[in-house]
Structures are given as structure tokens and as C-alpha cells.
């Protein structure tokens, strides 16, 4: 059982930065920030891989986030610059052991969300 908990989340005006952070009780194969807004989907925005530890950003955030993992203190980071009104969302941290040998579409854990607000 992994447990995830988000924090770092508030509200900022357009052009600012927040980095939020993801305590997690120990690494697996694949760890993610998800998003979802009032009335759209839930989007993949960032993601590290333990084997490597490549990352993938979502086209919409590219440049301007960074996901990184410290695993000394157990945690994932998400730098979050030049943030618009349309990042506007509850953020997720979620994981996954990847038993498939590939990440899937809908991860076993998930915290409970912190919520990102930027006004323009």
C-alpha cells in the first residue's frame, strides 16, 4: 500500500509559481501529477519512471513545470512557473507499480488532491 499526500497548493496570480509537493511511503514504477478542473477530464501533467527516471510533461505545461523526486525525504515535486488561469485545478499525485510492465491509464494510488487557483 502506498499513501500519498499533496501540499502546496494555493492561489496565485497569472505569471506566478507554486511548487507543490507529494509525500509518498516509498517509490514505485511510475509516479504522476494528474489534474482535473470543474466539468473537464482528468489530465495527465507530469510524470517521472523509477527505471531511468525520465520525465514526461503534457504538451500544455512543457517549459514551464518540473516534476522532480527527491528520494532521500520520500517526495515528488512539482515546479509549477508562468502559471496561467488555465491551470486552474485540483492537482493529484498518484502512483503506480506498473505489475503490466507499463504504466497504465488509471493508477492504484492517489492522494486526496490539492487545489491550485490562478487569477488573471
Known amino acids: 500500500q502506498v499513501q500519498l499526500v499533496e501540499s502546496g497548493g494555493g492561489s496565485v496570480q497569472a505569471g506566478g509559481s507554486l511548487r507543490l509537493s507529494c509525500a509518498y511511503t516509498?517509490?514505485?514504477?511510475?509516479m504522476d501529477w494528474f489534474r482535473q478542473a470543474p466539468g473537464k477530464e482528468r489530465e495527465m501533467v507530469a510524470g517521472?519512471?523509477?527505471?531511468?527516471?525520465?520525465?514526461y510533461y503534457a504538451g500544455s505545461v512543457k517549459g514551464r513545470f518540473t516534476i522532480s523526486q527527491d528520494h532521500t525525504k520520500n517526495t515528488l515535486h512539482l515546479q509549477m512557473n508562468s502559471l496561467k488561469p488555465e491551470d486552474t485545478a485540483t492537482y493529484y499525485c498518484?502512483?503506480?507499480?506498473?505489475?503490466?510492465?507499463?504504466?497504465?491509464?488509471?493508477?492504484?494510488?492517489w492522494g486526496q488532491g490539492t487545489q491550485v487557483t490562478v487569477s488573471s
Open positions: 516509498y517509490s514505485i514504477s511510475c
Open positions: 517521472i519512471r523509477a527505471r531511468g527516471g525520465s520525465a
Open positions: 498518484a502512483a503506480d507499480p506498473a505489475l503490466s510492465g507499463y504504466c497504465p491509464s488509471n493508477y492504484k494510488y
